[in-house]
């Protein structure tokens, strides 16, 4: 019992680890469209 409560640990610690990389991902591509825009809406008002 001992080995798959460790085996399911690891799962969740690998899910976990997972997750927070794509989450991670997702907000520096948000904040890269972000800059495209502000340089897009600055080019237009110049």
């Known amino acids: ?3 798959v409560a460790w085996g399911f640990a690891l ?3 690998v899910a976990a680890g997972v997750v927070a ?8 591509r948000v904040a ?10 600055t ?3 110049d």
């Open 32 to 41: 890269r469209q972000r800059n495209i825009t502000e340089h897009s809406v």
């Open 21 to 28: 990389l794509h989450q991670s991902r997702g907000r520096k």
């Open 11 to 13: 799962l969740w610690l």
């Open 1 to 3: 019992m001992d080995i």
């Open 43 to 45: 080019v237009e008002v």
